[in-house]
């Protein structure tokens, strides 16, 4: 089993950053591959970003690249979502997941966090 908490969401005006986070517990987290999805009101959850175990490879949903850095650090057992030049329609509930296999589909996930509220006003 492993447990993901997320944190950093909350309230910003488009042009702005937010830094989100990722803490695991349980299992070796740095097994896993780590990615980031995220749901707006109405919508399907989608996929953000996603985060290799080792090695570090990343990819990013087209609509977030350039803009969003996927990061880890396994000491810390934390993976983080970097974001800048939030948009409106950036606005969502955003969730960590973790798999143990390389994926972009929410549904080759095993593990989610409870997720966190990102809010962009215009």
């Known amino acids: 089993q492993v447990q993901l908490v997320e944190s950093g969401g909350g309230l910003v005006q488009a042009g702005g950053s937010l830094t989100l986070s990722c803490a695991a517990s349980g299992r070796t987290a740095s097994n896993y591959v780590m990615g980031w999805f995220r749901q707006a009101p109405g919508k399907e959850r989608e996929f953000v970003a996603v985060?290799?175990?080792?090695?570090?490879?990343?990819y990013y949903a087209d609509s977030v690249k350039g803009r969003f850095t996927i990061s880890r650090d396994n000491s810390k057992n934390t993976v983080y979502l970097q974001m800048n030049s939030l948009k409106p329609e950036d606005t969502a509930i955003y969730s960590c997941?973790?798999?143990?296999?390389?994926?972009?589909?929410?549904?080759?996930?095993?593990?989610w966090g409870q997720g966190t509220q990102v809010t962009v006003s215009s």
């Open positions: 985060i290799r175990s080792f090695g570090a490879r990343t």
């Open positions: 997941a973790a798999s143990s296999r390389y994926g972009l589909a929410p549904r080759g996930y095993d593990y």
